[in-house]
């Protein structure tokens, strides 16, 4: 089912995919949480998207964001054709610029293409030269749009509305794309919550996420010290040091490494939280939460692993311009466009 709005809501994402989260507005948020929540009911048409073919490229390893993706378009009915480690096994080992990698794939003409890169800033052009939709899958020390989009849904799924709460974001800030993709989607169009940002010195938030949370009027806070904000703390987003940014400086990792050690969440961590607070990861973790706090209700990274599916659904329905028939029709409805 075809939008009905007059505003061809879906065109943008239909010609342009999603690559940064600057580009969501407020109504297509809300457009793929609802149908999120009705994914996660079981009602979606599971034949939506047969006859169309999505391309799975990763220059990175990935576990949840590929498997998510490929196994969506497999409950709508669609095709995946993926390859893994795309660095390693595509022409990009003989020197191929991913602009010609993405327009030869244009040319065989799939439907959407689904691409983790390990360097930030080039997938606009990709997407120009292939001509079809691009679902950014991360994109280096970039951005991670749909990771953001399933960290919001879990947010909201424990608290009912994003509005009043104190997010601290823990860890190898400056290369971590899932924060800065949620800094930048809070600071949007979830205003008057407060962000703590909690990491050693050397990988602070970059400045260009903090002068977009000034720009729109975000309160936030910079620490090293996890203990100074713990008791104030609804959403504790910790995340692991970004081992595979430091090749070129073996000793800053021993640095980040060591000064990260005062921040890894263990059952004393677990005393000075609220009753009511959620602790979310993006995963992997390698030491960062301990196992022991798996136990603890307040552990919801494993429950925002599982989102992960039904966050990533609807964007391939919008893709396509296409709603599955069972979604309601306020969903047919929504105003769901895109900003450049």
């Given amino acids: 089912m075809k939008n009905t709005n007059g505003t061809n809501g879906n065109g943008y994402l239909r010609r342009h995919g999603l690559i940064k989260v600057q580009q969501l507005t407020r109504p297509t948020i809300d457009a793929i949480f609802a149908a999120a929540d009705q994914v996660k009911q079981g009602h979606f048409d599971s034949q939506a ?29 669609g095709t995946v054709i993926s390859t893994d480690s795309a660095r390693v096994f595509s022409s990009a080992a003989k020197g191929e610029t991913i602009g010609d990698t993405f327009e030869v794939i244009g040319g065989y003409e799939p439907d959407i293409i689904v691409v983790r890169y390990d360097r930030k800033g080039e997938l606009e052009e990709a997407q120009r030269r292939a001509g079809i939709p691009i679902i950014n899958a991360g994109d280096g020390t970039g951005q991670h749009p749909t990771q953001a989009l399933l960290d919001l849904f879990t947010i909201r799924e424990k608290f009912g509305e994003i509005q009043g709460l104190h997010i601290a974001m823990v860890g190898d800030l400056k290369h971590g794309r899932t924060v800065r993709s949620l800094c930048y989607l809070i600071a949007k169009h979830f205003p008057g919550n407060i962000i703590h940002l909690v990491s050693p010195g050397p990988v602070r938030m970059r400045e ?32 692991r040091v970004q081992d595979e940014r430091y090749k070129k400086n073996p000793a800053l990792l021993a640095k980040v490494r060591q000064a990260s050690k005062r921040l890894i969440i263990g059952p004393a961590t677990l005393t000075r939280m609220k009753s009511e607070a959620i602790i979310m990861h993006p995963l992997p973790r390698i030491d960062e939460i301990e196992r022991s706090v798996d136990a603890d209700p307040r552990a919801w990274y494993f429950r925002q692993a599982k989102n992960g599916l039904f966050v990533r659904t609807p964007p391939l329905f919008f893709s396509h311009a296409i709603l599955a028939p069972c979604f309601s029709q306020r969903l047919n409805q929504v105003n769901c466009r895109l900003e450049n």
């Fill in 208 to 239: 260009d996420v903090k002068k977009y949370m000034r720009k729109h009027n975000i309160e936030f806070h910079e620490t090293e010290s996890l203990d100074e904000v713990l008791p104030a703390t609804d959403v504790l987003y910790e995340t």
């Fill in 49 to 77: 998207l047969r006859g169309k073919l999505m391309v799975v490229l990763f220059y990175e390893p990935s576990t949840r964001t590929k498997f998510s993706h490929e196994i969506a378009m497999a409950k709508l009915g």
